[in-house]
């Protein structure tokens, strides 16, 4: 079993930036995917950004050149860099792992971007 817990939402003006994180019960990223997604309300869960156990890196691009994923092994944490946040970014962000059949989600942190 793999548990993990998101961090770092909250309320952010247009153009603002966050950093959320997500913090896994064990070390996994030798082994995991590892995936950070969002769902909008009335909207499908859709991929925003992804990484390898490799260290590839995978965006939407809709965040491409605004969103930043990495990941802290010593730490059993990713992270997400979100700069430039546009309102359009407003939605709940759930970090994910995966290896073969097994898959994990986090809880979600809502990140909402407003005036």
């Known amino acids: 079993q793999v548990q993990l817990v998101e961090s770092g939402g909250g309320l952010v003006q247009p153009g603002g930036s966050l950093r959320l994180s997500c913090a896994a019960s064990?070390?996994?990223?030798?082994?995991?995917?590892m995936g950070w997604y969002r769902q909008a309300p009335g909207k499908q869960r859709e991929l925003v950004a992804s990484?390898?156990?490799?260290?590839?890196?995978n965006y939407a691009d809709s965040v491409k050149g605004r969103f930043t994923i990495s990941r802290d092994n010593s730490k059993n944490t990713m992270y997400l860099y979100l700069n430039s946040l546009k309102p359009e970014d407003t939605a709940v962000y759930y970090c994910?792992?995966?290896?073969?059949?097994?898959?994990?989600w986090g809880q979600g942190t809502q990140v909402t971007v407003s005036s």
């Open positions: 994910r792992a995966t290896w073969i059949a097994l898959d994990y």
């Open positions: 064990r070390s996994i990223f030798s082994t995991y995917v």
């Open positions: 990484t390898t156990p490799g260290g590839s890196t």
